[in-house]
């Protein structure tokens, strides 16, 4: 596996990176087990402050950070400066609430003497992290474990080395002790050999369903706890009495947002019938109206997609709908550009039996359903082996709660636009994985929910066989 930073505006190579040897490997498992036995006695507020401090070295590096991301996968530099941001506010706010919620849980019992729960770390743990959010990705899991005391081992993707690298290195400039995440070039063998190694504790995996499949086989086969977060075909349901005006300004960025390259995008656009019409005519306009270029540039509203394989593949799915029936309303023609970049689309007239229907596009691709009931809507909604997030516009927000809570997925915005938030749990069901990150949840993803259960002295007069005696009286 090659290691390579390659501008997909410009096509040039920019760096290549070594591929880390199984004895570096070693050492850094190594390391991240002789770190987990020192963060045993450190009290979780002296990770606190460290983590503020990452905080605030990711906002004086982030001029630097936000461009590396824009020049190695393409993104806008202004969805970088967001992206950057948002980890720095990931990092405070786990920062500021971990404590409190590593906090001991007392629970009621009619045992002898005092339950509760403590959280205690578990070990080093892999992360397996894919391109599109190169550093959102990383700390949305760094963030919750490093406060609970799991070094942790991290594999991204192939084409975000320099990325995956600068954020590692910030984070230990910042004071976190080596060994609290190591960056490592690796083979998907070698996940595997870490995975199998009793130091590694447990696996977290944003990416594709096959390196879901994989990794969690690797996991389960060694009895190791995994979070997943696989791919989407998330839904974007628009009732007949929504607000039209919102739905115009939300729905293209929805698609658009990252080149279209993320697992929540809004893949599916299934609208009632009496503001179909509408809502493809400013789709098509609002789509119409993007402007490819050099994504470092501050006028560019499109940036190109990651890698040109991504942007073949993306068009080999629109040829093969396009086989099965779909019609194309907008789009779907070259840009004639250098980068990697996909003219936006929009496909209609897509039935169960085209592959459309079950695929998921990464890419500028919106699907558009019309349905004639709100019955019509949620069962298409759900007609999807995938479930990771969904949007419902209504012209009564309550309305849509209710529509909403028959969506089968783990998100749902309802009136609104998609939130990544710290406080707020992320992840999905079905074929969209399992697991949360971020929130209370993702703090609690890899810790020892351990019982103590202490008494002054031993109640001997209800023990029967080690089960507690009742008085049939």
Excluded at 266 to 295: C, W
Excluded at 356 to 380: C, D, N, Q, R, W
């Amino acid at each position: 596996m090659a290691y390579q930073t390659v501008n997909p505006y410009t096509n040039e190579l920019v760096k290549e990176f070594s591929n880390t040897t199984d004895q570096q490997l070693e050492e850094a498992l190594q390391t991240g087990q002789e770190l987990y036995e020192k963060f045993k006695s450190q009290p979780v507020k002296e990770r606190g402050k460290i983590l503020h401090n990452i905080a605030a070295k990711i906002r004086e590096q982030a001029d630097e950070l936000a461009r590396t991301c824009t020049i190695e996968m393409g993104k806008l530099l202004t969805e970088s400066q967001g992206e950057v941001e948002l980890c720095a506010v990931i990092a405070d706010w786990f920062a500021d609430h971990a404590e409190e919620m590593l906090k001991p849980e007392e629970i009621e019992t009619i045992a002898n003497g005092k339950a509760e729960i403590h959280h205690h770390a578990t070990g080093v743990l892999m992360m397996v992290e894919p391109w599109n959010f190169p550093y959102y990705q990383i700390m949305r899991v760094f963030a919750p474990n490093f406060m609970v005391g799991n070094p942790m081992i991290l594999k991204h993707a192939s084409n975000t080395p320099s990325s995956a690298q600068m954020m590692a290195d910030v984070i230990i400039e910042a004071g976190a002790p080596e060994g609290s995440i190591a960056n490592l070039f690796l083979s998907y063998k070698q996940v595997t050999k870490a995975i199998e190694d009793p130091r590694v504790q447990g696996a977290a995996l944003t990416g594709s369903e096959r390196g879901g499949e994989a990794v969690a086989g690797a996991a389960g086969k060694n009895l190791k706890k995994t979070t997943m977060e696989l791919g989407g075909m998330d839904p974007f349901i628009v009732l007949g009495d929504a607000n039209m005006e919102d739905v115009n300004e939300i729905a293209w960025r929805s698609r658009l947002y990252n080149a279209g390259q993320e697992c929540t995008s809004s893949k599916r656009f299934i609208v009632m019938e009496n503001v179909y019409d509408e809502f493809v005519e400013h789709l098509k306009e609002n789509f119409s109206k993007v402007k490819p270029g050099d994504p470092l540039d501050s006028k560019t509203t499109l940036a190109p997609m990651n890698t040109k394989k991504a942007k073949e593949d993306l068009q080999e799915q629109v040829d093969e709908a396009v086989k099965a029936g779909a019609k194309v309303v907008y789009g779907n023609e070259p840009i004639d550009l250098p980068g990697q970049f996909f003219m936006p689309t929009i496909l209609t007239d897509v039935d169960r039996d085209n592959p459309a229907h079950t695929t998921e596009m990464f890419g500028p691709v919106g699907v558009v359903y019309k349905v004639s009931s709100e019955k019509e809507a949620i069962e298409l909604a759900n007609d999807s082996s995938y479930g990771l997030g969904g949007v419902v516009f209504a012209g009564d927000s309550e309305h849509g709660a209710e529509v909403a809570a028959k969506i089968e997925t783990g998100m749902v915005f309802v009136n609104n636009f998609r939130y990544s938030l710290p406080e707020l749990p992320f992840g999905g069901v079905k074929r969209s994985g399992y697991g949360r990150e971020m929130s209370q949840i993702g703090q609690m993803a890899f810790v020892n929910e351990k019982l103590i259960l202490k008494a002054d002295k031993p109640d001997l007069d209800n023990l029967a066989g080690g089960l507690v005696a009742t008085d049939p009286e």
